[in-house]
Antibody, heavy 120, light 109 residues
Framework: DVQLVDSGGGLVQPGGSLRLSCAAS????????MSWVRQAPGKGLEWVSA????????YYADSVKGRFTISRDNSNNMLYLQMSSLRAEDTAIYYC?????????????WGQGTLVTVSS | EIQMTQSPSTLSASLGDRVTITCRAS??????LAWYQQKPGKAPKLLIY???NLENAVPSRFSGSGSGTEFTLTISSLQPDDFATYYC???????????FGGGTKVEIK
């Protein structure tokens, strides 16, 4: 079965950094593009970043461009999101999600989410 | 950026009701529209892709329709497990950003 397990969230001060991880299993990880999607408390969904299966292509939302970096380790079936210069408005549950069929697509599998809280 | 507008934001309905949720795009997205269901404390679940294609194992009481800029998600007969929040998402033109509608919460009447 396809499984995505998100981890790495926590409390961080404004201006701080955090790295999120997503462990994938049950499918050929390197074949699939992956994304990060976030959800602020009580709010809707916001796409954050996407990476192709090979890792050669990446996209970012304007709200995180220059502050967040997506990466992946296909040998270990891991997806990462390095977040820096964090702001209060980055507080959210962060989900990794598998692209259904291409880099920028809908998402057929999601992790359980990891909560990032940016506060002093 | 393509804006996605869902209506209504909240919907009160009874078991067995036929429910329709609308999603409008700020420009044509062809059929590149997905629908998700999200329950409290859980990740979203894909229901419909490419506007009208039912994801594997999703009950047939869910259906999607539309093209261009206007789309609908219909639940033919509301069941207890269907009380949740529903989101639409566009993925047209394969260029960022991907955008979601604001969500529709389906509540018990």
């Amino acid at each position: 079965d396809v499984q995505l397990v998100d981890s790495g969230g926590g409390l961080v001060q404004p201006g701080g950094s955090l790295r999120l991880s997503c462990a994938a299993s049950g499918f050929s990880f390197s074949v699939y593009a992956m994304s990060w999607v976030r959800q602020a408390p009580g709010k809707g969904l916001e796409w954050v970043s996407a990476m192709s299966g090979s890792g050669t292509d990446t996209y970012y939302a304007d709200s995180v461009k220059g502050r967040f970096t997506i990466s992946r380790d296909n040998s270990n079936n891991m997806l990462y999101l390095q977040m820096s210069s964090l702001r209060a408005e980055d507080t959210a549950i962060y989900y990794c999600a598998r692209a259904e069929y291409q880099l920028l697509s809908c998402f057929d599998y999601w992790g359980q989410g990891t909560l990032v809280t940016v506060s002093s | 950026e393509i804006q996605m507008t869902q209506s209504p934001s909240t919907l009160s309905a009874s078991l067995g009701d036929r429910v329709t949720i609308t999603c409008r795009a700020s420009q044509s997205i062809n059929n590149y529209l997905a629908w998700y269901q999200q329950k409290p404390g859980k990740a979203p679940k894909l229901l419909i892709y490419k506007a009208s294609n039912l994801e594997n194992a999703v009950p047939s009481r869910f259906s999607g329709s539309g093209s261009g800029t206007e789309f609908t998600l219909t639940i033919s007969s509301l069941q207890p497990d269907d009380f949740a929040t529903y989101y639409c998402q566009q993925y047209n033109s394969f260029s960022p950003p991907l955008t979601f509608g604001g969500g529709t919460k389906v509540e018990i009447k």
